[in-house]
C-alpha cells in the first residue's frame, strides 16, 4: 500500500502576525512529501511514525466525539491499517518549519474523512475555511494550537492568501524566472526548532503592551505590504519593505532567532546582500532568506547550506 504524495509548504510571509490577524502568503514547496505506507519490513523510523500514528487515531477519535458536526473518519479502517504496521513515509524534516506536520494530517484526512471536502470542488470561501477549522482541530494534536494552514496547503497544494482568520483564499504568485537573479532561499540552521515552546514565548510577550503595539505597528503593517508587494510583482518595494521587517524580527524576536544566526542576520540589513526572516516558529530549522542577488547572497553565506525555493 502508498498512498498520495503530500507536499511541504513554506509561509513565505505571516509567521506569527496571522496570530494577529496580519496577511499571510503560503506556497507549496515541492522538495519534500511524505504518504502513507505500509512495508514488511519497516525501519526504526517506520515504527516510531506507526506509534505516533497510534496516538493521533485516539485523538482523533475525541475529535469526532467531541466535534462530530466538524469531521467523522472511517476509523475502523484507521485502527485496522496502524495495526497492520501503517506509517507516514516522509522526506519533510521535523521541526524545521516547512509543515511536517501538516502533510501528515492532509494525508490522513485526504484517507479517512467522511464527506471529505475535495481538490477538484469548486473551493469557495467557506470550504477553505471549513477545511482550515477541521485542520486546525487534527493538527492541535501536534502543536497545541494550530491555524490549520500547513495541512490546508499540503492538502490542495496551490499558493494560499491569508486576507485575515476568516479569510482566506486560493491565489496565484508571479512566474518563476529560473534565470532571474532574485530569489528566496531557505537557510539550514542545523537546528531543530520545536514550535509550542515558541508559541509559548510569543503569546507571554503578547502580554506586554508595547509588543503589541510594534506587532501592529511595524510587525504586521510590514508583514502586509510584503504580501501585496510580491504578489504584485513589484520587487523593488518587496525588498525595501522586507529589509524593515529583517529589522522587526531581529529586535523583537530574538529568542526566535539562533544565537549563532544574529550576526549573519544583521549583516545582511547591513550589506543589503540578502534580508532573513522567520520560516515557520523559529527557534532552529531554516531561516527564511530573500536576495536581490543570489550569487552575492551566496558568497556571503558560502558557509551554509543554501536552498533556492524561488527565483526571478
Not at 509561509?11 to 503560503?26: A, R, V
Not at 532571474?180 to 515552546?197: N, W, Y
Not at 536581490?292 to 556571503?300: E, F, I, S, T, Y
Request: net charge neutral; hydrophobic share 40%; proline share 3%.
Amino acid at each position: 500500500m502508498k498512498g498520495p504524495l503530500f507536499y511541504s509548504k513554506i509561509l513565505l510571509f505571516g509567521e506569527y502576525g496571522i496570530i494577529k490577524d496580519s496577511k499571510g502568503l503560503s506556497i507549496p514547496y515541492n522538495f519534500y512529501n511524505g504518504a502513507l505506507k505500509v512495508s514488511e519490513n519497516p525501519s526504526e523510523e517506520a515504527v516510531k511514525s506507526n506509534a505516533s500514528l497510534s496516538r493521533f487515531v485516539f485523538y482523533l477519535e475525541n475529535l469526532q466525539n467531541e466535534h462530530a458536526e466538524l469531521v467523522t473518519f472511517d476509523l475502523e479502517s484507521l485502527h485496522k491499517d496502524i495495526a497492520s504496521g501503517m506509517y507516514f513515509d516522509s522526506s519533510i524534516p521535523q521541526g524545521y518549519g516547512v509543515g511536517s506536520s501538516g502533510a501528515l494530517v492532509a494525508a490522513i484526512y485526504d484517507k479517512y474523512a467522511k464527506n471529505k471536502i475535495t481538490v477538484l470542488e469548486n473551493l469557495t470561501r467557506e470550504k477553505l475555511l471549513q477545511l482550515k477549522n477541521i485542520f486546525a482541530q487534527m493538527e492541535s494534536f501536534f502543536h497545541g494550537k494550530s491555524s490549520g494552514l500547513d495541512p490546508l496547503n499540503s492538502y490542495l497544494s496551490i499558493p494560499i492568501l491569508i486576507n485575515s482568520k476568516d479569510n482566506i483564499e486560493a491565489t496565484g504568485i508571479p512566474t518563476q524566472s529560473f534565470d532571474g537573479k532574485g530569489a528566496v532561499f531557505l537557510l539550514d540552521s542545523g537546528i531543530v526548532g520545536e514550535t509550542a515552546p515558541m508559541v509559548n514565548i510569543f503569546m507571554e510577550n503578547l502580554k506586554d503592551s508595547g509588543f503589541r503595539t510594534m506587532l501592529k505597528n511595524q510587525f504586521v503593517k510590514y508583514t502586509d505590504a510584503c504580501v501585496e508587494n510580491f504578489l504584485g510583482g513589484d520587487m523593488k518595494s518587496l525588498f525595501s519593505n522586507t529589509k524593515k521587517l529583517s529589522k522587526v524580527v531581529l529586535n523583537n524576536f530574538k529568542p526566535m532567532i539562533p544565537e549563532q544566526f544574529h550576526g549573519i542576520w544583521q549583516h545582511g540589513i547591513d550589506s543589503n546582500d540578502y534580508y532573513l526572516k522567520l520560516c515557520g516558529s523559529g527557534g532552529g530549522g531554516y531561516i527564511l532568506g530573500f536576495t536581490q542577488d543570489l550569487q552575492k547572497a551566496k558568497a556571503a553565506l558560502k558557509d551554509y547550506k543554501l536552498e533556492v525555493v524561488y527565483q526571478f
